[in-house]
T-cell receptor
């Protein structure tokens, strides 16, 4: 089955700096890669996603890049703010059924004011 | 439109007791997924259900765990004879169809076995 590895497990940045979280996946058939943000005491919430036919996608301060050849994808957050502090999960999916995603182990991002 | 509702939010059980976790999907969603999150780990898929049917239970432990999604009422994840290793956060997600690439998560139930 699919295996997703995520790094780093913790990341601390100063407010205004950029943060980058990287994931690798094992199954070349995976074609959909969502990123979730989980705030303390809450469930994960989708923040951005990318499909395998696209190399990069951007939404305001958040961007995701995908390298299908190397089987890795990354989340980039620019101009970080304290409210960006949360646990971020990458996931990989073959097909369209989001509920069957394989998740990475998460990155705890702390943005220091 | 209320989101995915899970209850209870926190559940404490003694070893050997039963735990019942409930999940009401978003309105109009007939597909429910259960995940388990151990401390400092990602979410691990457990089971996928439609109304009255288990579609995929490949992530469910073979013993003590069961799930249902009846025609009426919430989906239930049931853990019999709980052990300390069952302590985790259990999340439910729902989607309107298997072709939907966004699953909406509830706030989770944090189970503690003492």
């Amino acid at each position: 089955g699919e295996n997703v590895e995520q790094h780093p497990s913790t990341l601390s940045v100063q407010e205004g700096d950029s943060a980058v979280i990287k994931c690798t996946y094992s199954d070349s058939a995976s074609n959909y890669f969502p990123w979730y943000k989980q705030e303390l005491g809450k469930g994960p919430q989708l923040i951005i996603d990318i499909r395998s036919n696209v190399g990069e996608k951007k939404d305001q301060r958040i961007a995701v890049t995908l390298n299908k050849t190397a089987k890795h994808f990354s989340l980039h957050i620019t101009e970080t703010q304290p409210e960006d502090s949360a646990v971020y999960f990458c996931a990989a999916l073959m097909g369209t059924n989001a509920g069957k995603s394989t998740f990475g182990d998460g990155t705890t991002l702390t943005v220091k004011p | 439109n209320a989101g995915v509702m899970q209850n209870p939010r926190h559940l404490v059980r003694r070893r050997g007791q039963e735990a019942r976790l409930r999940c009401s999907p978003m309105k109009g969603h007939s597909h429910v997924y259960w995940y388990r999150q151990l401390p400092e780990e990602g979410l691990k898929f457990m089971v996928y259900l439609q109304k009255e049917n288990i579609i995929d239970e490949s992530g469910m432990p073979k013993e003590r765990f069961s799930a249902e999604f009846p025609k009426e009422g919430p989906s239930i994840l049931r853990i019999q004879q709980v052990v300390r290793g069952d302590s985790a956060a259990y999340f439910c997600a729902s989607s309107p169809s298997p072709a939907n690439t966004e699953a909406f998560f509830g706030q989770g139930t944090r189970l503690t076995v003492v």
